[in-house]
């Protein structure tokens, strides 16, 4: 693989896997405390400053004109919903949740240039990354356990993956 493809690649696979451990403490605060909890909050404006990283991280390993397109409405979503809560709008919840359903999109193109490191821990990456989302809006009524599987199995995946780019 090209020096770029491979440190691009390598960036975004470890800021992913700072993401889903950073995930692993937001799930059972909000649902334990709620949307509003200051601590969970802080988290969520973290994982906006670090989905930006592994964007351009894997943008610049990817290449992908549609990754490029989909990516800054998906980043942007995200930190309007977290933006609306810091101001005390539940909506923003929602728009968190339904921003979201754009990483698996993401996922894809980040699969399809991570089949050739490993078939089966790229498929279960982009599994898991699609089980994370579409379970996301459970953590709302308090099923937190759903994503939070989905996002150990994901976090396994990028390991494993970023141990073999």
């Known amino acids: 693989m090209h020096k770029d493809l491979v440190h691009g690649l390598k960036a975004g696979l470890l800021g992913s896997i700072a ?93 399809r240039k991570l089949l050739s490191t490993d078939k089966t821990w790229a498929a279960i990456f982009l599994a898991s990354a699609a089980a994370y989302a579409y379970t996301l809006p459970a953590v709302l009524i308090g099923l937190w356990h759903l994503p939070f599987v989905a996002d150990f199995a994901k976090l396994i995946a990028l390991i494993k993956l970023a141990q073999k780019v």
């Open 19 to 111: 993401a889903a451990v950073i995930i692993f403490a937001i799930l059972p605060a909000v649902a334990n405390y709620g949307v509003f909890y200051p601590p969970a909050l802080v988290l969520m404006t973290i994982l906006v400053a670090i989905a930006l990283y592994v964007y351009f991280s894997f943008k610049r390993a990817l290449g992908e004109r549609w990754f490029s397109r989909l990516g800054p409405p998906v980043i942007a979503a995200s930190a309007a919903g977290v933006l609306m809560l810091w101001l005390g709008e539940p909506l923003g919840a929602g728009v968190i949740a339904i921003a979201y359903f754009g990483e698996p999109v993401l996922g894809y193109f980040v699969y």
